[in-house]
């Protein structure tokens, strides 16, 4: 996959995973997460108020976890998560859980 591919796919994982940021996550069991980056992963919003969130191998939400947890991220590259701009902001989670 090259990294025009790789981008475009990324692109479309963070518009479907951003209506669900405040998601309920409860984990009773095993939870292995895992992702590999052999290129870069860019996550960028420019402009006023302008936000980039990126999560990768993570958990984001209401996070309970009452089990075994392993999350790894693996980057052969850069992975840049950046907001532009006045009152801009950028969340980042690599292999994480975040949440209430």
């Known amino acids: ?12 994982v963070a518009l479907a995973f ?5 998601a309920e996550v409860k984990i009773k069991g095993k939870n292995d997460q895992s ?4 290129g870069a992963v860019i996550n960028a919003a420019v402009g006023p108020s302008a936000t980039a969130r990126q999560n990768l191998s993570s958990n984001k939400g209401k996070v309970e976890i009452g089990g075994d947890n392993k999350q ?9 998560n950046a907001a532009v701009g006045p009152m801009s902001k950028a969340e980042q989670n690599l292999s994480s859980n975040d949440g209430n």
């Open 35 to 38: 992702v590999k980056v052999q």
């Open 72 to 80: 790894s991220t693996d980057v052969k590259g850069a992975v840049i």
């Open 18 to 22: 951003a209506g669900a940021a405040n």
């Open 1 to 12: 996959m090259n990294t025009k591919n790789l981008l475009g796919m990324v692109a479309v």
